[in-house]
């Protein structure tokens, strides 16, 4: 595994914004995390890239020590090794820096190249991300929304990570643009073997280019597996209503659509017994008292749900 997220928990004062969430990122391999607003996806991000802490629980990368109790000065290689790409292109550069500064500081930071060398390095990036070299002296304002995402993407790239997340890297961005960044995260994914976690609301973008797919609701992991099993076999009523929504490829054919009742709960009161449960058609008895916990149900697909509470795992 490139990334081992172990029972972590994530609390801000009383507030429980990830609980006992593990979940593993193979190396090479695009994971995307779905959920409704709020349920903690971005949390997750954060806490992998050591934006925050965890409150409890482990993150380890490869064969290191565990990242989550790591020093702060035993970090930086760790660092390196696990980039970001975030929503908003806007606020993400600094307004005040060349493209040449900002792809190339990183650089600097991690002592990889200087001087000439280093200059021929941001070009070749640039040039990686479908931008001209010869624009490096601009600024962020200088280029539209889609550039400046390629702009973070480069900056990212700049430090040879192995992992990147991803946190809606186009949702901000006009929709004729998403997918020229789409195919450029793609190929930079399979060209260059990077591992991501791939944040978003996009169902027909997830369904196109993960690998795997893990579904939240309120700060838990309630299901995940292949993108097959959960597009065409999910489990879980909370992803069998999200993804019926999406016409299945083969047929053309829209499944039935579910509609939900109720919103998603406040998670500063969250319901006892499975978060799901009150607006679940399923719902019967143990859930309103018992979190349900993760069972495997074979081949990598696990479901938190106590309709397979007779299943092995
Ligand atoms: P979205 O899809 O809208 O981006 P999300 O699934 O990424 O949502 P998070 O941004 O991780 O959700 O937020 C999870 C919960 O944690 C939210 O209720 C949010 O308000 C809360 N939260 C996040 N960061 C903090 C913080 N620093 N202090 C207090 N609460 C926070």
């Known amino acids: 595994m490139t990334i081992e997220i172990d029972h972590i928990t994530k609390t801000f004062g009383t507030f429980r914004a990830l609980d006992d969430v593990s979940l593993d990122l193979?190396?090479?391999?695009?994971?995307?995390?779905?959920?409704?607003?709020g349920c903690g996806k971005t949390t997750l991000g954060r806490l992998i890239v050591r934006l925050e802490i965890p409150s409890s629980g482990s993150i380890f990368?490869?064969?290191?020590?565990?990242?989550?109790?790591?020093?702060?000065?035993?970090?930086?290689?760790?660092?390196?090794?696990?980039?970001?790409?975030?929503?908003?292109?806007?606020?993400?550069?600094?307004?005040?820096?060349t493209v040449e500064g900002i792809v190339g500081e990183a650089l600097t930071i991690h002592k990889l190249f200087s001087g000439h060398e280093k200059w021929a390095r941001v070009g070749y990036l640039l040039n990686a991300v479908g931008l001209q070299p010869a624009h490096a002296e601009r600024f962020p304002h200088e280029f539209s929304g889609g550039q400046r995402q390629r702009i973070s993407i480069a900056r990212a790239l700049a430090v040879e990570p192995e992992v990147i997340i991803a946190d809606e890297p186009v949702s901000s961005l006009d929709v004729s643009i998403q997918a020229q960044i789409i195919n450029l995260l793609q190929e930079l994914q399979a060209e260059l073997g990077i591992s991501f976690i791939f944040i978003s609301h996009d169902l027909a973008v997830v369904g196109h280019i993960s690998h795997r797919v893990a579904v939240m609701y309120l700060g838990r992991l309630v299901e995940m597996g292949t993108r097959d099993?959960?597009?065409?076999?999910?489990?879980?009523?909370?992803?069998?209503?999200?993804?019926?929504?999406v016409p299945t490829p083969d047929h053309g054919t829209r499944k039935k659509r579910i509609i939900l009742e109720g919103d998603v709960p406040s998670p500063i009161d969250p319901p006892p017994g499975c978060p799901f449960h009150p607006r679940c058609p399923r719902r019967f008895e143990p859930?309103?008292?018992?979190?349900?916990?993760?069972k495997d149900m074979g081949k990598g697909h696990t479901v938190a749900c106590h309709l397979y509470d007779q299943n092995k795992g």
Not at 29 to 36: Q, S, T
């Open 287 to 294: 859930c309103v008292r018992l979190i349900p916990l993760l």
């Open 61 to 97: 990368y490869r064969d290191s020590p565990d990242l989550a109790s790591l020093p702060e000065n035993q970090f930086l290689p760790y660092r390196r090794k696990i980039q970001m790409i975030f929503q908003d292109p806007f606020s993400s550069l600094n307004p005040r820096m």
């Open 229 to 245: 099993h959960i597009f065409q076999e999910s489990l879980h009523p909370y992803t069998r209503a999200l993804l019926s929504a």
């Open 26 to 37: 193979p190396r090479g391999e695009l994971v995307a995390l779905l959920g409704p607003s």
